[in-house]
């Protein structure tokens, strides 16, 4: 089993859904990392949580630090949102230096 | 300026050659990364300078060889490469090492061992 499950692996909407991505996760850590990454291969960081949520533009993501889960939400989603999604943990154990990451959401938005 | 460079973009070399892959970062961040990514899986981490000084190495082999020669500059020196090394090499860079750190990561360099 991976310490870091994402779900769905694949997603695919209709412009102006709501989108949910999920990660679970089984180590302890000190933060979780949100990124995106467009098929030409840069990755960008959306966001970065220790407990509650945090909200930018379209994107919300929430964390429960006790069930180990965290959700990453975009509303009215929009064709430029396709991309990979990946949700990374930092270990406790490394002082979060070494991120272990999800396998990935594949996110597909239709106009 | 919250932007990491790499260069080159794209880089063919035979199994005898030698080359190297540059990053650089001007955010006075302490911590430098490089990442390596398969087609359609997560970025494994390779190794990890904090301070200019290497803190990780995901026993790398040695055909791979990083250099931080200052607190903005991040090599990774490439020898005797196999065709299954080829992927796409990320670097990233963060304030200090730690969770606590959002990392920057830049455009990668899609390396084609033949």
């Known amino acids: 089993k991976n310490e870091v499950e994402q779900s769905p692996q694949n997603l695919t909407a209709q412009e102006g859904e709501f989108i949910t991505i999920n990660c679970s996760y089984s180590v302890g850590i000190s933060a979780l990392h949100w990124l995106q990454q467009h098929p030409g291969g840069g990755i960008v960081s959306l966001f970065m949580l220790s407990s509650g949520k945090k909200k930018h533009g379209r994107l919300i993501a929430t964390i429960n630090i006790q069930e180990k889960h965290s959700s990453l939400h975009i509303t009215a989603s929009h064709p430029r949102d396709s991309a990979v999604y990946i949700c990374?943990?930092?270990?406790?154990?490394?002082?979060?230096?070494?991120?272990?990451f999800g396998e990935g959401t594949q996110l597909t938005v239709n106009p | 300026d919250t932007e990491v460079t790499q260069t080159p973009k794209h880089l063919v070399m035979g199994m005898t050659n030698k080359k190297s892959l540059k990053c650089e970062q001007h955010m006075g961040h302490r911590a430098m990364y490089w990442y390596k990514q398969k087609a359609k899986k997560p970025p494994e981490l390779m190794f990890v300078?904090?301070?200019?000084?290497?803190?990780i190495n995901e026993s790398v082999p040695s055909r791979f060889s990083p250099e931080c020669p200052n607190s903005s500059l991040l090599n990774l020196h490439l020898h005797a490469l196999q065709p299954e090394d080829s992927a796409l090499y990320l670097c990233?860079?963060?304030?200090?090492?730690?969770?606590?750190?959002?990392?920057?990561f830049g455009p990668g360099t899609r390396l084609t061992v033949l």
């Open positions: 990233a860079s963060s304030q200090i090492s730690g969770s606590g750190n959002t990392q920057y």
């Open positions: 990374a943990v930092g270990a406790e154990e490394t002082s979060g230096s070494r991120l272990t």
């Open positions: 300078y904090s301070y200019e000084k290497l803190s």
